[in-house]
């Protein structure tokens, strides 16, 4: 079955129209307006302009168009943690010429990083999981209004296996740097402890990505370091780990809320009103039923 899907998709990637028509189709500034749609994704948006409600076979599919030195720059880097925090869950590579899957590494081990700061001393793998999700949706706008709010619980356990196939790379990684220890096994899933030290935190914070780190320098302020070879070095002053992780947490939902606020105001700029009401609508219907 999942091969079958695969396929589906990936025979739907064949038939869609070149990218520049992609840009277009259904939009509001439609026709013949690509410069207009790739001004508004960059300048207003968060460089991709997303399809939704494409009809093909009897089904309904939504799909966005990127650049990819934009994908890969904020895979990287989280400038703007949209698409990174996608790529922080389970996805579907259907093509993969420019080996996303590797470059994505650095996304996963700095999202581990993160969500390791941001928990306890003890936790179980499935709510390690949880944190890591959670980091994209946090200030996120349409979590308060338009989404599921056990949406990201409905992930985790939905995908738990491929979690687990993501980031147990990751967890024996940082196991082996004595960063965390496995504690014991229930089922499918372990639990884990994790060193709660001032050192342990710092070494956490330094496998952020560098965005994430140059904004938490300005807020906790950093120290220089001369080498013996004469390099100089610069290390974020951490007083506490809770101060870190707090700095983290802020850092971050603010990015989530100003990418999801601009690329709310660029869908609605480009696929136009109707198709815009139609999706808000939808998302507000299920977030409706999760609250009911």
Not at 81 to 87: K, V
Request: charged content about 25%; some cysteine.
């Amino acid at each position: 079955m999942e091969t079958e899907k695969k396929l589906e998709i990936a025979a739907l990637l064949k038939v869609l129209p070149p990218v520049e028509f992609c840009c277009v189709y259904g939009s509001a500034l439609h026709p013949n307006n690509t410069d207009k749609i790739t001004e508004v994704a960059d300048e207003i948006g968060v460089g991709v302009h997303f399809n939704p409600f494409v009809t093909w076979k009897d089904k309904m599919y939504k799909y966005g168009v990127v650049r990819m030195d934009d994908l890969i720059r904020d895979i990287l880097n989280w400038e703007r943690f949209y698409l990174s925090g996608r790529l922080q869950k389970p996805v579907r590579v259907l093509v993969d010429n420019l080996d996303i899957g590797n470059i994505n590494s650095v996304n996963l081990r700095a999202a581990t990083s993160a969500a390791l700061l941001l928990s306890p001393s003890r936790f179980s793998e499935e709510n390690l999981y949880a944190t890591i999700c959670s980091l994209s949706y946090m200030g996120d706008l349409r979590m308060f209004f338009a989404e599921d709010k056990h949406k990201v619980n409905k992930i985790v356990q939905g995908q738990f296996t491929l979690f687990q196939s993501m980031y147990k790379p990751f967890l024996e990684e940082f196991a082996t740097k004595d960063l965390l220890r496995f504690t014991s096994s229930v089922g499918n899933q372990i639990n884990v402890s994790q060193d709660c030290g001032l050192s342990a935190a710092s070494s956490l914070v330094s496998r952020l990505p560098l965005a994430i780190r140059s904004d938490m320098a300005l807020k906790l302020g950093n120290k220089t370091h001369l080498s013996e070879s004469g390099q100089v070095t610069r290390e974020l002053v951490i007083a506490s780990r809770e101060e870190a992780a707090e700095c983290m947490r802020k850092i971050v939902r603010r990015r989530v809320m100003v990418s999801s606020a601009r690329q709310a105001i660029s869908g609605l700029l480009t696929v136009g009103a109707v198709h815009g009401v139609r999706y808000v609508a939808n998302k507000m219907r299920k977030a409706w039923k999760s609250w009911t």
